[in-house]
């Protein structure tokens, strides 16, 4: 059994968190507004590029469909990585396809070229690829169109697909989008500034999919939860030291000590007492904080 969990356990490394769970009320806004926009890209690119073209254009619109109106808040759903994504990637999807001869080459070529320019000017978005990819492979009718395939379909395709996200988000405060329209309750605010959460996320040095207004939100809301958090803190000995004030917040400090064995740390708990009022409970508590 303790074989089975193990691997278990294993398996859940492996294939890590799933996303955010979210109830059917999202599930509808996120499928009507993908319904419309796809629609739109189709309609559009099949009457300036053909059918051929409007296959592959709406591949690519559809993977940015799935961020638009299923992850809104998302920073790689934000407008400067939509349009510069985009932009970028179309550029370099049709230059790859000009001056390469062979279809593989230039198909390797125009995708890494993407991901590499979308990267160096901060607009990651992943449906960029596959629109470098459409420049090379989506046939004549594509290739006809030269650079002019950046702006039309590429160009009113996005803005088409940005629009429609707009409005659909709009009717609801907790998924406006952009993320700059999005309205949150304010909870007691963080120890940290937006800019310490930014710090943070620039030492990891990864794209990661959220924006800095909505890490503070969570940051916020985390503290909110925390607050009112009765449970006792388990703190492990040897391992962080903790300051803490009555009726404050709790500060913990890691420090580990690498050459000390674990079993060796012990646990322990510490209760924050709040003090209380002398005229309101007639006695004073006389403890900030208990430890066993």
């Known amino acids: ?34 319904l419309i926009g796809i629609y739109a890209v189709y309609a559009l690119t099949n009457w300036v590029a053909g059918p051929l073209a409007a296959v592959f254009m709406v591949a690519s619109m559809g993977a940015a469909a799935v961020l638009l109106f ?5 920073a790689l759903s934000q407008p400067w990585p939509v349009f510069g994504g985009q932009m970028v990637s179309a550029v370099i999807g049709v230059t790859a396809a000009q001056w390469i001869g062979d279809p593989a080459l230039a198909a390797g070529v125009a995708v890494g070229g993407a991901i590499a320019g979308m990267q160096l000017l901060r607009c990651v978005h992943p449906p960029g690829g596959a629109t470098a990819l459409v420049a090379v492979i989506g046939g004549a009718a594509v290739q006809d169109l030269g650079y002019g395939f950046v702006l039309l379909p590429v160009l009113a395709n996005t803005a088409i697909i940005f629009l429609v996200a707009v409005l659909a988000n709009a009717p ?13 309750d304010e909870p007691p605010a963080p120890p940290l500034s937006s800019e310490h959460l930014q710090a943070a996320v620039r030492d990891l040095n990864v794209v990661v999919d959220i924006t800095p207004a909505e890490l503070d939100a969570i940051a916020r809301s985390a503290i ?28 913990i400090h890691k420090r580990f000590e690498a050459d000390q064995p674990l079993q060796e740390r012990g646990q322990v708990t510490l209760n924050v007492v709040r003090r209380e009022d002398a005229a309101d409970s007639g006695e004073d508590s006389g403890k900030d904080g208990r430890g066993s």
Do not use: C, N
Request: aromatic residues 8%; hydrophobic residues 40%.
């Open 172 to 184: 609801f405060p907790w998924r406006r989008y952009p993320i700059g329209l999005a309205r949150w």
């Open 1 to 34: 059994m303790a074989q089975i969990q193990s691997l278990l356990e294993m398996g859940k490394t492996w294939i890590g968190p799933g996303t955010t769970r979210v109830g059917w009320r999202e599930v509808g806004i996120s499928g009507v507004a993908a």
């Open 70 to 74: 299923a992850v809104p808040h998302g």
């Open 224 to 251: 909110a939860h925390a607050t009112q958090d009765t449970s006792p803190l388990q703190v492990p000995i040897g391992e962080r030291y903790v300051h803490a004030e009555a009726g404050e917040s709790v500060t």
